[in-house]
Nanobody, 114 residues
Framework: VQLQASGGGLVQPGGSLRLSCATSGRTGLINTMGWYRQAPGKQRELVAAITRGGSTNYADSVKGRFTISRDNAKNTVYLQMNSLKPEDTAVYYC?????????WGQGTQVTVSS
C-alpha cells in the first residue's frame, strides 16, 4: 500500500486548505485512515481519523475547524482545514491501516503565517 499526500502550502491565519491522500496498491481491506501532524521539536500527534464506516475522531485542538472525509471507492482521505491558526503549522502525514499493518504517506507541509 502506498499513500501520497498533497494539498499543503502557505496560508494566512483564518484561511483554509484541503489536504488529500490517495492510495495505491492492494488497498481493498483498508480500515481506518487518518491524518497526523508533527511540528518542529514536537511529537507526531493525531489530528483526525475516520473508519471505513464513517466514524470520526478529532484532536480537541481541531474540533469544529477541521473535517475529515473519505471516498471508499477510491480509498482516498481528505482533510478540510478551516480557520487555520499559526499553531497548526506542521508537516501533515496521512496513514492507513490494513490487516494489522500501518502505512504512512510522505507528509505535506502546512504553514500558517501572515
Amino acid at each position: 500500500v502506498q499513500l501520497q499526500a498533497s494539498g499543503g502550502g502557505l496560508v494566512q491565519p483564518g484561511g483554509s486548505l484541503r489536504l488529500s491522500c490517495a492510495t495505491s496498491g492492494r488497498t481493498g481491506l483498508i480500515n481506518t485512515m487518518g491524518w497526523y501532524r508533527q511540528a518542529p521539536g514536537k511529537q507526531r500527534e493525531l489530528v483526525a481519523a475516520i473508519t471505513r464506516g464513517g466514524s470520526t475522531n478529532y484532536a480537541d485542538s481541531v474540533k469544529g475547524r477541521f473535517t475529515i472525509s473519505r471516498d471508499n471507492a477510491k480509498n482516498t482521505v481528505y482533510l478540510q482545514m478551516n480557520s487555520l491558526k499559526p499553531e497548526d503549522t506542521a508537516v501533515y502525514y496521512c496513514n492507513a491501516d490494513q490487516l494489522m499493518s500501518v502505512y504512512w504517506g510522505q507528509g505535506t507541509q502546512v504553514t500558517v503565517s501572515s
